[in-house]
C-alpha cells in the first residue's frame, strides 16, 4: 500500500472571521475554524488539538491541521464526508500547486458537497502536524549494529517522540476531531492507507459512521506487503498477456523475454545512468523491480510498459527517462524519511514481512526485490520504538463498498475477499482495467464516482446491480497500448 494521512491541510490556513467552534475536553484548547482559501477554493481552517499519546491524555498536545470545505447549499446539512488519503499525505496541496488530494476530491464530489460538509485532516506526523524527518534511514546497511546506530543518531535530532505516530492513535485524532467540529455521524472515503485507516476507525468507533467507501486497500490482518511479489507479477503478466492479444503490440514487443533479459544483466552487472538532473546513479536489479511495480501502479502507464522495457533492454535508459519524466522521483538521491512513516510500518499488520515466506511463494520476478525490502525492513524494526499499530478482524454493520482494481500491484480484489464475513452490509467491486485508486487513476471512472455518490447519498447498503453493470462496461474497453 502506497502510501499516511487523512488528508494535508495546505499553507494558507487562515482568515479572521470566526466560523465554527465546538466542545472540547477541557485538558484541550478549544478548536475555532476560520475563513481561508486553499488552492483557490474557498474553506473554513484551523486546529484540532490532541493528546501526544492518547495513554497520558493530561500530557503534551499537539494540533493538527483542519480543513472543511462546507456545503454549498441551502438545505438542511447532512453528515460530512471525511476524506482519507494514502500514506505519505496527498490531500490538500501546499498552497503553490494543485496535487492529486483536496482539489481532486473537491471536482469528484462536487455533488455531496452540496449537502454534505467535505471534510481534510492533517494526520499526526505529517506536514503541519508534528511532520519529523531525518536522513540517513533511507539507504542504511541492514546489519543489527549499523541499523541500531543509525536509528539513535535520528532519534536524537527530533524534538517530537514518533513512536506514537501510529494508525491506532490517528485513530482517536479522527474521532476527536469528529466530536470538535460537532458531527454525530459522518460518511468517509479512504484510499490506499486511507482504507487502513477507515477500516481501523470502523473498528472502534462504528456507531459513528454511516457509509464508507474503501478504495484500493486491504484488510488489516492481509500482510499486502508480503504477498506483493505475486501480485506484482500477477500485475505484469495481465499486461504481456494483453500486449500479446494486440498484434500492434505483439509485433513489436515482447515484455516477459525484455524484462528476464533485463534482470539477467543487471544482476551481475548493475547499470551505471545518467539522469536528467541528478548524478549519474547505479540502476541494480532491485531498484529496476521497483521502478517496473511503479509502472503498474496505475493502468496509464502500464500500457506505456512494453515499449519502455522493450528499450531498457536495448540500453536506451536515457531515451526512456527523456520521455518519462515521473520516472525520475524513483531515482532520487534524497535521504530523508518522514517518521511517521516507519511508525505505522514497523506496527501495523499489514507491512509485517517474513523473508522466508516470501522466498515460498509462487514463481515471481519480483520475490528478490521484496525479500531485499524485507530484510531492510525488519533490521530497522527491530530498532525502531513503537507502539502497537493495527491488526485483527473487523465486524461492523454499516454500509459499505470495497473498490479494487483488478490489476493493482499492491491491493488486488483477493485482499479484501474475506470483508463481508464480518462485514455482512458490505459490497466487494472489482474494477476491471484498474490499478490502484479506481476513482481517481481508473482510465474510466465517471460510473464508479457517480455510484460511489448515489451510495453515500442513500446511506443504504449498496445494490450490486448499478455496480455490475459499471464494471461491464469498463470490462467491455480494451487496454490501449500507445501506437509509438
Given amino acids: 500500500m502506497l502510501t499516511a494521512v487523512i488528508a494535508l ?5 487562515g482568515g479572521t472571521a470566526q466560523s465554527r467552534s465546538a466542545r472540547q ?96 485532516v492533517e494526520q499526526r506526523g505529517t506536514r503541519g502536524s ?23 543518531r535520528c532519534l536524537t535530532s527530533v524534538t517530537r517522540d514518533p513512536r506514537h505516530d501510529t494508525t491506532p492513535e490517528a485513530v ?38 454511516r457509509t464508507a467507501v474503501l478504495d484500493s486497500g486491504s484488510l ?22 494483453r500486449c500479446a492479444a494486440t498484434p500492434a503490440c505483439a509485433r513489436s514487443y515482447h515484455p516477459a523475454a525484455d524484462l528476464a533479459a533485463i534482470l539477467g544483466r543487471l544482476t551481475t552487472h548493475p547499470a551505471r545512468v545518467v539522469v536528467p538532473g541528478l548524478q549519474t546513479v547505479t540502476v541494480t536489479a532491485t531498484d529496476f523491480l521497483e521502478l517496473v511495480q511503479d509502472y503498474l501502479t496505475e493502468v496509464q502507464t502500464a500500457v506505456l510498459l512494453p515499449a519502455d522495457l522493450h528499450a531498457f533492454a536495448l540500453g536506451q535508459w536515457s531515451q526512456v527517462l527523456a520521455r518519462r519524466g515521473w520516472i525520475l522521483a524513483g531515482f532520487s538521491s534524497s535521504d530523508i524519511t518522514a517518521l ?20 515460498q511463494q509462487g514463481p515471481s520476478a519480483f520475490i528478490p526485490m521484496e525479500i531485499a525490502i524485507a530484510q531492510k525492513q525488519n533490521a530497522l524494526c527491530a530498532a525502531w520504538p513503537h507502539d502497537p499499530g493495527v491488526s485483527g478482524t473487523v465486524r461492523s454493520t454499516v454500509p459499505a463498498v470495497f473498490l479494487n482494481g483488478e490489476n493493482d500491484p499492491t491491493d488486488p480484489p483477493a485482499n479484501v475477499a474475506g470483508a463481508t464475513a464480518t462485514m455482512p452490509n458490505a459490497l466487494l467491486v472489482p474494477v476491471p482495467d484498474s490499478g490502484h485508486w479506481t476513482l481517481n487513476l481508473s482510465p474510466h471512472p465517471a460510473c464508479l464516482l ?35
Fill in 9 to 13: 491541510a495546505a499553507a494558507g490556513c
Fill in 450 to 484: 457517480a455510484n460511489a455518490t448515489a451510495f453515500i447519498q442513500a446511506g443504504r447498503p449498496a445494490s450490486p446491480a448499478a455496480w455490475e453493470a459499471c464494471t461491464r462496461a469498463l470490462a467491455a474497453l480494451p487496454m490501449s497500448f500507445p501506437t509509438s
Fill in 340 to 359: 511517521q512513516s516507519i511508525t505505522i510500518g514497523c506496527g501495523d499488520t499489514w507491512n509485517a514481512m517474513n523473508p522466508a515466506t516470501i522466498s
Fill in 220 to 241: 488489516l490482518n492481509v500482510p499486502l506487503e508480503q504477498q506483493e511479489a505475486v501480485h506484482a507479477q500477477q500485475a505484469f503478466d495481465q499486461v504481456a498477456t
Fill in 172 to 209: 482517536l485524532d479522527l474521532d476527536q476531531v469528529r466530536k470538535a467540529l460537532g458531527y454525530d455521524k459522518i460518511n468517509i472515503y479512504g484510499a490506499s492507507y486511507g482504507v487502513t485507516l477507515g477500516l481501523a476507525y470502523l473498528q472502534r468507533f462504528s456507531s459513528h459512521v
Fill in 25 to 120: 475536553p477541557p485538558a484541550l484548547p478549544k478548536t475555532t475554524l476560520t475563513a481561508c482559501t486553499v488552492n483557490g477554493l474557498v474553506a473554513e481552517c484551523g486546529n484540532v488539538w490532541v493528546p501526544q499519546d492518547w495513554a497520558d491524555p493530561a500530557g503534551p498536545a499537539m494540533p493538527l491541521e483542519v480543513v472543511v470545505l462546507p456545503a454549498t447549499g441551502t438545505t438542511h446539512r447532512a453528515d460530512p464526508l471525511f476524506y482519507l488519503t494514502g500514506l505519505g499525505g496527498q490531500a490538500a496541496g501546499d498552497g503553490n500547486s494543485v496535487d492529486n488530494g483536496m482539489s481532486w476530491a473537491a471536482q469528484a464530489f462536487r455533488q455531496l458537497n452540496r449537502t454534505m460538509d467535505l471534510v481534510f
Fill in 130 to 152: 508534528g511532520l519529523e524527518t531525518c536522513s540517513g534511514l533511507a539507504s542504511w546497511p541492514a546489519s543489527p549494529a549499523a541499523t541500531s546506530a543509525a536509528v539513535r
